[in-house]
Structures are given as C-alpha cells and as structure tokens.
C-alpha cells in the first residue's frame, strides 16, 4: 500500500509513518514547505510539499496513493487563536476529504480525538454518547466541527473510518501531556487534584490507525484510549517511577487560581503555563472514554500505564529535559 499522511512531521503523525514503515508501506507526508523533513527523507518518506489549506497541492500529493491518513491538526490547550484554529481543522479537513473523494481513495483514516465525544460530567464516552452540547476547549470545538465534516463524506460515499485518540502520550511528547509529565518531575507542579482523565499510549495510536485501515467499519468511529485514572493517581505513579515524592493533593477547586494565575502570567512570558486554564477545566469535568470496544472490534491490546509511563520517562531524561536521573532509567525505552 503507499499512504499519504497528512501532519506526518507531528507526534502522532509521525509515529504513524513509522509504522506504516515497519509493516512495508510505502510512505509520502504532505508536508508544509518551510517543515523540517530531513529525518523523514533520511528514513526514506517521499515528502511532498503543500499544505491541507491548498486543496490542489492535496490532490497533487495523493496521486498514486490507495489511502489517506489525516492527521495534521493544531493541537494545543493554550494560546491558540480560536478562529485560526477553527478554519484550520474545518477547511484542513474539507480539503483533505474534498480531495481524497475526487482521486477515488480507497481507504481515509481521519484522526480526530476522543475529547471531542463530548461526554456529560460524570458519564464515561463510547460512540453512542450524545455530545453534551458545550465545550470545554477551542480545541474541542474545533475538532468536533472538523469530525461532523469528515463523518459527512462516509455519506457521499468517501470509505472514511475515524480514529478518536484519548489523551495521546510516550516519547517525543512535547505536547500538554508531555509537558505535564516534565513539570511534575521538575518540582514544578505543587499540588494534584482528583479529575479525571484518560490517556492512550503513541504506539498503540499508531497501530490502532492501521487496524482501523485493515479492519475498520466505513462510517464508525473507534475510541482508543488503554487508561483512564484520576489525575492526582497518575502523577503518582509517574512520580514512583521517577523515584520522587508526589505533590499534595488539593481539592478541584483549589486548582483554578493555579491555573488562571498561570495564564496571565503566560501573556507575559509567552511560554506555556504549567496549568492552562483549558486543561484544568478538561480534568475537573472529567475526561473519561472507553476504549474497550474499540480494542474489542479491531483486535488491538494497549500498553500498560506503568510501562508506558516508565519509556516516557526515560525519554524525557535522554532528552536532557528532567533534571535528575528518573529511578526508573535503568529500564528500557
């Protein structure tokens, strides 16, 4: 098969690419001109340079392709202006799909994510869960936005499967679920509180993407998350294979002004803050999906936390980014 992978630059992106690789794909990444592609050269990807905001150099891109993987997205939970971040999961999305539908492409995997389930607060997300009808990020209703667009063109006869990830963590997280592990293990995180959330491991996204090519239902959603704890009890355990004390845990409410004094310090310093605001109101919701059934109908088996954890951290530590050696670096990563 040779696979067009949109985003294939990115974490999740390019964890798919190694994949795809490693079964015998044949690889090309629509990547923008002014991306570093060096190391996806060096491993043999055909670059293709476009952008999902130019329909036409998509179209050029998927010329020989039998499949679609879609995963370019703009994902973050601070600092993102809202309608940059809206027009760029929608009309990306449309692109890609108004594209993928006039080459007549076999098979398109969209990778949307699993907070944009939209569960009610106490409730846990399969497929058959009904949106509650707010949002508790930009980035939430954007990629809600983005999937109604996708899930449209099953209709018109597009063969799409989407793939909704939970919180995607392991090495070369750099994102707010990589920061999060970083700060905690630097000391920069004083307290935890009880929200939950759910979490899924890079590889088993990566794979669970392909199963979802070679198994999926055109039209179906598939939920992969392998954890689901509260916050409080995952940083615990991060911290127990790092070898350091956990933080004190706080009630919920006490860490809003954490999280909005870091905001506003964030407007100064324009780096991201230990808590966003979005974050926060994510955990103290409650982010819970189930991936079960997902697991069930495409045969995939999810990493467990202790040792994903464990290979994250060790890559954090190789990485020069925690500034004592991890207890559990004598592991593997």
């Known amino acids: 098969m040779r696979a067009l992978v949109t985003g294939g630059t990115g974490f999740v992106g390019g964890a798919l690419v190694r994949a795809l690789q ?24 055909e670059i293709a340079r476009g952008d999902i905001l130019d329909r036409a150099s998509i ?4 010329d020989g392709c039998s499949a679609l993987f879609h995963a370019a997205a703009l994902y973050e939970l601070w600092g993102l202006d809202a309608a940059e971040l809206l027009a760029t999961e929608t009309e990306g999305t449309r692109n ?7 080459a007549g492409t076999e098979k398109v995997i969209y990778t949307s994510t699993a907070v944009c389930i939209g569960e009610a607060k106490g409730q846990v997300a399969t497929t058959a869960t009904t949106h509650r009808g707010y949002y508790l990020s ?23 499967v989407a793939v909704c990830p939970a919180g995607v963590y392991g090495p070369g997280d750099r994102k707010p679920t990589g920061r999060f592990i970083v700060s905690l293990l630097n000391g920069w995180i004083p307290a935890l509180f009880p929200g939950w959330m759910s979490l899924v491991y890079i590889d088993d996204v990566a794979h669970g993407h392909l199963l979802a090519a070679d198994k999926g239902q055109i039209g179906e959603r598939y939920i992969l998350s392998g954890t689901s704890a509260q916050l409080n009890e995952l940083g615990a355990l991060a911290c127990r294979l790092a070898g350091r004390w956990p933080p004190l845990t706080v009630p919920t409410p006490l860490a809003a002004p ?4 870091g905001e506003a310090l964030s407007l100064l310093t324009r780096r991201p803050p230990v808590l966003s605001w979005e974050t926060y109101r994510l955990a103290a919701h409650g982010f819970r999906a189930d991936g079960a059934q997902s697991a069930d109908a495409l045969g995939l088996a999810y990493t467990d936390a202790e040792e994903g954890l464990a290979r994250t951290i060790n890559w954090c530590w190789e990485q020069g980014l925690l500034k004592r ?4 670096a004598k592991l593997s990563s």
């Open 22 to 45: 490693a079964r015998g794909d044949s690889v090309r990444v629509l990547a923008r001109p002014t991306s570093s592609t060096a190391a996806l050269e060096a491993a043999g990807v």
């Open 59 to 62: 179209a050029t891109a998927l």
């Open 96 to 102: 890609a799909m108004e594209a993928a539908l006039a």
């Open 138 to 160: 930009r980035y939430e209703k954007a990629k809600y936005a983005a999937e109604q667009i996708a899930l449209s063109y099953a209709a018109k006869g597009l063969p799409l």
């Open 258 to 261: 954490f999280a909005i004094g």
């Open 325 to 328: 050696r991890p207890a559990c």
